[in-house]
T-cell receptor, first 112, second 114 residues
């Protein structure tokens, strides 16, 4: 079936190091969304990418949507302890295009 | 607070019991979604409503699960004859429209079936 895959599953970094998580879809996506989930929390929307090759920045976070609209990445520059959490990508798959299919997430831990 | 709210936040029940969860979406949102999340996994889609109409259901939604949104506002998710495998976080999300519309998640109901 249609899938969204994410790597790596876990990433441990020292504070100040950079972090990148990658997302790949088995099919072309109309858009891709990124969420952050803190430990014990719920997914919080970060951003949506729609256009092929789109790049968006939010402070230290850079989001990219691939040219073929099948892959995406999230890069955090100079991580801080507040960046700790699991980062999920999600794409609208299925016949209606309304259900979000989430990747398994990348769990980021930041050592101070 | 005008975000998505869910009640209860935690539920412990014994196997075989029925449980019901409630979700109140953001007031102007016409779409409401239910997802299930187990430890270490991303949320998995269960079902969604547009207004009061249930438009899509996942294979994960067995016949023990039923969801309603009777007046197109709040929604309930009922699990009958709970099993230990039903233990998970049940997340509700809402959006104004579908497709490219952002889904905003509630805090979830964490279910533990003993």
């Amino acid at each position: 079936g249609q899938q969204v895959m994410q790597i790596p599953q876990y990433q441990h970094v020292q504070e100040g190091e950079d972090f990148t998580t990658y997302c790949n879809s088995s099919t072309t996506l109309s858009n891709i969304q990124w969420y952050k989930q803190r430990p014990g929390g719920h997914p919080v929307f970060l951003i949506q990418l729609v256009k092929s090759g789109e790049v968006k920045k939010q402070k230290r976070l850079t989001f990219q949507f691939g040219e073929a609209k099948k892959n995406s990445s999230l890069h955090i520059t100079a991580t801080q302890t507040t960046d700790v959490g699991t980062y999920f990508c999600a794409g609208p798959l299925g016949t209606s295009g309304s259900r979000l299919t989430f990747g398994e997430g990348t769990q980021l831990t930041v050592n101070p | 607070d005008t975000g998505v709210s869910q009640n209860p936040r935690h539920k412990i029940t014994k196997r075989g019991q029925n449980v019901t969860f409630r979700c109140d979406p953001i007031s102007e949102h016409n779409r409401l979604y239910w997802y299930r999340q187990t430890l270490g996994q991303g949320p998995e889609f269960l079902t969604y409503f547009q207004n009061e109409a249930q438009l899509e259901k996942s294979r994960l939604l067995s016949d023990r699960f039923s969801a309603e949104r009777p007046k197109g506002s709040f929604s309930t998710l009922e699990i009958q004859r709970t099993e230990q495998g039903d233990s998970a976080m049940y997340l509700c999300a809402s959006s104004q429209g579908g497709g490219r519309r952002t889904q905003y998640f509630g805090p979830g109901t964490r279910l533990l079936v003993l």
